[in-house]
């Protein structure tokens, strides 16, 4: 079935340093890759996606690229800070077929100051 | 004020005892979904529904049931057929087919005594 597969599973970085998540996909029709960050005990909220007609997208400090010939996507935090710390997960979809998402299992991003 | 609410935040139940959780949403979204996260997974998807009366089973049903009678609310309710319930339970909606980006409540911990 349906797949998205996300490494690392735990990082940590200094502050000011970049961190990188990655996710792989398996449906070659997926065409909607979001990504959410969770703080704990909270609920999951959106930080930046990217639709399949584009190869990459920024907003201020993230960044998100996608391969589709590769049905890879990652994430970008340049100049991370304390706050950045949480769980992050990446998702794909169809999103013209009711807005299923699959999850990636998530990275637990440590920001050390 | 819009959003998705969810309640109880914690909720405590024994074996054996059917539970309904609570979702409610004022953004006017034609879709709600409902997903499991257990501690270091992902998000896994166990019920979600396009329109009002209408709902489909997700990677994760059994155990569970739904009902959506109001576009505002998608209650759920796990069943003692549920093996492991114990959880943190987390709602969302979204307007497909325009965006793919779903919107999360703040989610309930349930925890099976």
């Known amino acids: 079935g349906e797949n998205v597969e996300q490494h690392p599973s735990t990082l940590s970085v200094q502050e000011g340093d970049s961190a990188v998540i990655k996710c792989t996909y398996s449906d070659s029709a997926s065409n909607y890759f979001p990504w959410y960050k969770q703080e704990l005990g909270k609920g999951p909220q959106l930080i930046i996606d990217?639709?399949?007609?584009?190869g990459e997208k920024k907003d201020q400090r993230i960044a998100v690229t996608l391969n589709k010939t590769a049905k890879h996507f990652s994430l970008h935090i340049t100049e991370t800070q304390p706050e950045d710390s949480a769980v992050y997960f990446c998702?794909?979809?169809?999103?013209?077929?009711?807005?299923?998402?699959?999850f990636g299992q998530g990275t637990e991003l440590s920001v050390k100051p | 004020d819009g959003g998705i609410t969810q309640s109880p935040k914690y909720l405590f139940r024994k074996e054996g005892q059917n539970v309904t959780l609570s979702c409610e949403q004022n953004l006017n979204h034609d879709a709600m979904y409902w997903y499991r996260q257990d501690p270091g997974q992902g998000l896994r998807l166990i019920y979600y529904?396009?329109?009002?009366?209408?709902?489909q089973k997700g990677d994760i049903a059994e155990g569970y049931s739904v009902s959506r009678e109001k576009k505002e609310s998608f209650p759920l309710t796990v069943t003692s057929a549920q093996k492991n319930p114990t959880a943190f339970y987390l709602c969302a909606s979204s307007i497909p087919p325009r965006s793919g980006e779903q919107f999360f409540g703040p989610g309930t911990r349930l925890t099976v005594l």
């Open positions: 529904s396009q329109i009002v009366n209408d709902f």
């Open positions: 990217i639709r399949s007609n584009v």
């Open positions: 998702a794909a979809s169809r999103y013209n077929q009711g807005g299923k998402l699959i």
